[in-house]
């Protein structure tokens, strides 16, 4: 049984509700950023961008792209071990290649940039796995998908509703 069926909807916590719809009141940055979106993804391996994709989102704890992210991914046919051991990925690399490994390594240095820089020894480790240009799409995504984690945080985007693909240009 999983917990949906244990947990009735009466007895769950109330969905909270949007601040405000962004998309709606700035339509042209939201177009911008599907725009951005679709450049940004167009070079990377699409495994790859869904990882990325929801483990900067678990680390900004954006509760709206995670909803979305894991969806997309399980609906392309990544595995539920998968997705479930990536916010302990450190502590189960077996799961993943190498070349995952170094970009979602690559994704938590730009995500929290907690020393105020990207390490040389983090981006040399993605350089080898990545040509230029995966490497120049890898780095644009994870910023890309950075801004999109601020937007639904901070104007509290309800987490879901949406289902899968239908945000696939």
Not at 9 to 22: D, I, K, L, S
Not at 38 to 43: E, G, N, P, S
Not at 62 to 71: E, F, G, I, R, S
Not at 101 to 119: C, H, Q, R, S
Request: proline residues 4%; glycine residues 2%; contains cysteine.
């Amino acid at each position: 049984m999983t917990t949906n069926e244990n947990t009735s909807a009466a007895t769950r916590v109330p969905e909270h509700t949007p601040r405000m719809n962004w998309t709606e009141h700035a339509p042209e940055v939201f177009k911008a950023m599907l725009q951005l979106e679709k450049a940004t993804t167009k070079r990377l391996d699409p495994v790859v961008a869904e990882l990325v994709k929801i483990r900067s989102s678990q680390l900004n704890h954006c509760a709206y792209c995670l909803d979305m992210h894991t969806k997309d991914a399980l609906a392309a046919g990544e595995s539920v071990e998968r997705i479930i051991q990536l916010s302990a990925w450190e502590e189960s690399q077996h799961f993943y290649t190498a070349k995952e490994i170094a970009a979602l390594e690559l994704t938590e240095a730009i995500t929290v940039l907690t020393d105020g820089f990207v390490p040389d020894e983090v981006f040399d480790k993605a350089a080898k796995h990545f040509d230029e240009v995966e490497l120049a799409h890898l780095i644009a995504a994870i910023n890309t998908i950075n801004v999109w984690n601020r937007f639904a945080v901070s104007t509290r985007m309800v987490p879901g509703h949406y289902t899968a693909g239908s945000h696939k240009g």
